[in-house]
């Protein structure tokens, strides 16, 4: 179902959604399922915060498991990115999470376009819970408004994988702390979507629970260049 023309206004205006249930159950049990192979065939990459605890992680999951396709190509994905993309929706990337009860990661402050260079920067990510997430098992923290500017990171980088980009400086972190944030309660099978220039972030989890999720970035036709061949073009209002 396509959002509703309150919803889009309020994206628009916050740069991020709560979308409630795009999955049903059954899905997010499968879905848990194939992280946990994924993660027992140790497909997965560690990355560790500055106090190392950890977070398994695999970007791009759909190349190394194609059935997560059945997720990216879901209807309630594609209506809610096609809302906001203007009905031109190209997948970008899907990625997968599994920060661990009690010593899972942060993630800090950043905006998605560092990375992506959209120009211009219309790509939306729909993060799916895969847990029951919320603050105390280190719910995604969202600055509203913030994706009207970019804020150019001026810290030297190189990640788990040898990848090579700049970060937040101490400097930015505490100027963005003192930013007003909102987190969500987002239930397993439940979504929060989000555009490609709002500032968010993750504390620790230091819960008994675990905090698994799945995340699909889409595209607004165009804004990258992509080869539709492996990034295929998935709702495209010329064929309406």
Same mark, same amino acid.
């Given at each position: 179902?396509?959002l509703?023309?309150?919803q889009?206004?309020?994206?628009r205006?916050?740069?991020?959604?709560?979308l409630?249930?795009?999955l049903?159950?059954?899905?997010?049990?499968?879905?848990?399922q194939?992280?946990?192979?994924?993660?027992?065939?140790?497909?997965?990459?560690?990355?560790?915060?500055?106090?190392?605890?950890?977070?398994?992680?695999?970007l791009?999951?759909?190349?190394?498991?194609?059935?997560?396709d059945?997720?990216?190509?879901?209807?309630?994905?594609?209506?809610?990115?096609?809302?906001?993309?203007?009905?031109?929706?190209?997948?970008?990337?899907?990625n997968?999470?599994?920060?661990?009860?009690?010593?899972?990661?942060?993630?800090?402050?950043?905006?998605?376009?560092?990375w992506?260079?959209?120009?211009?920067?219309n790509?939306?990510?729909?993060?799916?819970? !895969?847990?029951?997430? $919320?603050?105390?098992?280190?719910g995604?923290?969202y @600055? &509203?408004?913030? #994706? +009207?500017?970019?804020?150019?990171?001026?810290?030297?980088h190189k990640?788990v994988s040898?990848?090579?980009?700049?970060?937040?400086s101490e400097?930015? !972190?505490a100027e963005? $702390?003192?930013?007003?944030?909102?987190t969500?309660n @987002? &239930?397993?099978? #439940? +979504?929060?979507?989000?555009?490609?220039?709002?500032?968010?972030?993750?504390?620790?989890?230091?819960?008994?629970?675990?905090?698994?999720?799945?995340?699909v970035?889409?595209?607004?036709?165009g804004?990258?260049?992509?080869?539709?061949?492996?990034?295929?073009?998935?709702?495209?209002?010329?064929?309406?």
């Open positions: 179902m396509k509703t023309t309150e889009v206004a309020a994206y205006r916050d740069g991020v959604l709560p409630g249930r795009v049903e159950p059954a899905l997010v049990e499968q879905a848990r194939h992280l946990e192979t994924l993660r027992q065939e140790n497909l997965m990459d560690m990355p560790v915060d500055r106090r190392d605890r950890k977070m398994y992680r695999l791009n999951t759909s190349s190394k498991d194609p059935w997560f059945c997720i990216i190509r879901h209807p309630a994905v594609l209506d809610a990115a096609e809302s906001v993309l203007d009905g031109n929706v190209q997948f970008f990337q899907d997968v999470f599994y920060k661990p009860a009690r010593d899972g990661s942060e993630t800090a402050w950043h905006q998605d376009n560092i992506w260079h959209a120009d211009p920067p790509m939306a990510t729909i993060w799916i819970a !895969l847990d029951d997430v $919320d603050p105390s098992n280190g995604v923290r @600055v &509203p408004g913030s #994706h +009207a500017t970019l804020i150019e990171p001026e810290q030297p990640d040898g990848y090579e980009y700049k970060i937040m400097r930015q !972190l963005i $702390d003192q930013m007003k944030f909102v969500f @987002v &239930p397993a099978g #439940h +979504a929060v979507m989000h555009h490609c220039l709002t500032l968010h972030g993750a504390p620790a989890n230091t819960s008994d629970r675990p905090r698994r999720g799945y995340t970035h889409l595209a607004q036709t804004c990258v260049k992509l080869d539709p061949a492996t990034h295929p073009i998935l709702r495209s209002s010329s064929l309406h």
